[in-house]
């Protein structure tokens, strides 16, 4: 009998992967956080002109020099950072990036700060990396924001690092500049490092999403290509960090994946370099998927918050584990807001990344359901 590792042993396997393994063939799926958009031709294109070429071997660990290159551009323009493409490294997603980050800087004991309800990978990773998790809840009546006084009243004398993310998975709420300045602030001051998960950045309705990167050098920023240009199985994203962090992250990644997929940091390349018009076009139908389930959500009376980013709605239920189930008998998948958290319990998580006909079909399977 194998004797697994204490610390694989206090962490579970991801509910919402096990969801999909028991709904049936007619249910529509809400549950899941991938557009269901096809990966835009050109990207597609330029694996192909990759593949061609021959260029299917190991890349320089931290990834290919031009894709760095167009990273500390973008970075530039558009978040006000300046990072040096030597401090940028490429990874197996962003998934990737939160393991990286969490094992090149938590010691056994720290304490981080992650928010509650929040991405399911960032209590796994810290505990994998043997830190312990403080959750900060995030109130309703705050549009599920974090501020600095939340920050401040979980603050311990182990504190290490906080994860932000924003826009958030899964309540949809995008932090707000003021709230990102202060605890940047407050992470200079307490010697603190932000881990700043921003995966979901150009998905946006309106208002723009800030990088903690512009107020403070305390920080690792984690984005990718995944959700902006519906590109999840190419498994590609990346890390920028402050030069003296770079090189402990890099031992992670080189001895964990060596470095990503040749072929995903050319469709990387293509994706960052060529037009946006894709995105707009995503987040425009994003916007309407989105518009789509508020409206209905309200035509039944449910409470819950307008998303500004992302793709999740966040209503309160009752028992969340009752209405998933309930659903669930009815052929809509959807998540309980418990496996993000505590603050979750009473919350479910409803994806409209899902197409517009099939969040129509949910939504009045939904509404026939006598919850109580
Ligand atoms: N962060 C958040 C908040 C996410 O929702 C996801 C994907 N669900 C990830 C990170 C991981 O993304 P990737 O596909 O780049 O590994």
């Known amino acids: 009998m194998i004797n697994p590792a ?13 969801m999909f393994e028991v709904c049936s063939e007619n249910a529509i799926n809400l549950g ?21 070429e021959g260029f299917t071997h190991y890349t320089l660990n931290k990834g290919i ?56 990978a960032y209590d796994a990773v810290i505990k994998i990396s043997e830190g312990n998790t403080i959750p900060v809840p995030l109130k309703i009546e705050n549009d599920f924001r974090m501020t600095v006084e939340d920050v401040e009243n979980h603050l311990t004398s182990k504190t290490k690092a906080i994860i932000l993310n924003s826009p958030s998975n899964p309540t949809g709420s995008l932090m707000k500049r003021k709230d990102i300045k202060e605890i940047s602030k407050l992470a200079e001051d307490q010697d603190i490092f932000i881990i700043s998960d921003e995966i979901y950045e150009k998905i946006t309705y309106g208002k723009k999403h800030y990088s903690p990167g512009e107020f403070t050098d305390n920080v690792m920023v984690i984005n990718g290509f995944s959700k902006t240009y519906a590109m999840t199985g190419f498994r590609v994203a990346y890390v920028a960090a402050r030069e003296d962090i770079t090189e ?16 995903s940091q050319k469709a990387a390349l293509a994706a960052i370099e060529g037009p946006q018009k894709c995105v707009k076009d995503m987040v425009g139908e994003f916007k309407r998927r989105r518009n789509l389930m508020v409206r209905r959500l309200n035509e039944m009376g449910w409470e819950f918050k307008l998303p500004e980013g992302a793709f999740y709605t966040f209503p309160h239920v009752q028992d969340s584990s009752k209405f998933v189930a309930e659903a669930l008998k009815n052929d809509v998948v ?12 009473e919350h479910v998580r409803m994806s409209y990344a899902a197409s517009y006909s099939k969040i129509e079909s949910a939504m009045e399977r939904l509404e026939k359901i006598d919850f109580n």
Do not use: W
């Not at 959807?334 to 319990?345: P, Q, R, W």
């Open 334 to 345: 959807t998540v309980s807001g418990e496996a993000f958290g505590n603050v979750g319990k």
């Open 248 to 263: 402990e992250l890099l031992k992670i990644h080189q001895y964990n994946t060596a470095c990503a997929s040749s072929i």
């Open 32 to 52: 899941i956080g991938e557009p269901d958009f096809d990966t835009p031709p050109h990207i597609r294109e330029a694996v192909v002109e990759a593949l061609n």
């Open 6 to 18: 204490n610390r694989v042993k206090s962490i579970q396997l991801s509910q919402i992967r096990k």
């Open 65 to 120: 020099l031009e894709l760095r290159e167009a990273i500390s551009t973008k970075l530039n323009t558009e978040n006000n950072l300046n990072i040096d493409p030597e401090s940028i490294i490429v990874t197996v997603g962003a998934s990737e990036a939160l393991y990286m980050c969490a094992q090149a800087l938590i010691n056994k004991g720290d304490d981080v700060l992650i928010p509650d309800p929040g991405f399911l």
